[in-house]
T-cell receptor, first 111, second 108 residues
Framework: DTGVSQNPRHKITKRGQNVTFRCDPI?????LYWYRQTLGQGPEFLTY????????KSRLLSDRFSAERPKGSFSTLEIQRTEQGDSAMYLC?????????FGPGTRLTVT | AQRVTQPEKLLSVFKGAPVELKCNYS??????LFWYVQYSRQRLQLLLR??SRESIKGFTADLNKGETSFHLKKPFAQEEDSAMYYC??????????FGQGTILTVHP
């Protein structure tokens, strides 16, 4: 287990299309987090799971965004009807204590 | 509401000089404070956690609850310290709230 992995690493899509990203956490970590990062800004929290339960969602997470973590293992983040403002780096992190370990991110470009 | 402020977007020093990256936070309770670092083309990684009181790669950070600060310091900067540094706060096991980050450049 070499750490948190995310796929795909890059995604280019046209406005209005749906996209789905996957995050595989470190295997013994029960908490999983999604963040979004735009240029020149620090990561902003989107949502997090403890096992399969989604415990918190940010107000940033509009109705077009949905996240799942079936069986408390990997997680998916889906964005429906993408908009140009969704272009960003989407980061996943996992933890079993206070420290969160980050994946490499998925860079989304909406054209 | 939780907030983290890093007042300097850019910080440049020469190799061997001391460096201090500032971080101020606002939260009424007892948060956990962290410094994360992102080297070029690498993922975000944890550098320091305040409760561990460790020195990592020569960096230290002291939590000052009176001034609500958690500044990162290193007495002698090295070129390999050049990176983006983020200060972050969490309460319990929940979300991290990040500052905007400081780009540190260490010149030879």
């Amino acid at each position: 287990d070499t750490g948190v992995s995310q796929n795909p690493r890059h995604k280019i899509t046209k406005r209005g299309q749906n996209v789905t990203f996957r995050c595989d956490p470190i295997s013994e970590h029960n908490r999983l987090y999604w963040y979004r990062q735009t240029l020149g800004q620090g990561p902003e929290f989107l949502t997090y799971f403890q096992n399969e339960a989604q415990l918190e969602k940010s107000r940033l997470l509009s109705d077009r965004f949905s996240a799942e973590r079936p069986k408390g293992s990997f997680s998916t983040l889906e964005i429906q009807r993408t908009e140009q403002g969704d272009s960003a780096m989407y980061l996943c992190a996992s933890s079993y204590s206070y420290e969160q370990y980050f994946g490499p991110g998925t860079r989304l470009t909406v054209t | 509401a939780q907030r983290v402020t890093q007042p300097e977007k850019l910080l440049s020093v020469f190799k061997g000089a001391p460096v201090e990256l500032k971080c101020n936070y606002s939260y009424s309770g007892s948060p956990e404070l962290f410094w994360y670092v992102q080297y070029s083309r690498q993922r975000l990684q944890l550098l320091l956690r305040h409760i561990s009181r460790e020195s990592i790669k020569g960096f230290t950070a002291d939590l000052n609850k009176g001034e609500t600060s958690f500044h990162l310091k290193k007495p002698f900067a090295q070129e390999e310290d050049s990176a983006m540094y983020y200060c972050a706060l969490t309460v319990g096991y929940g979300k991290l709230t990040f500052g905007q980050g400081t780009i540190l450049t260490v010149h030879p």
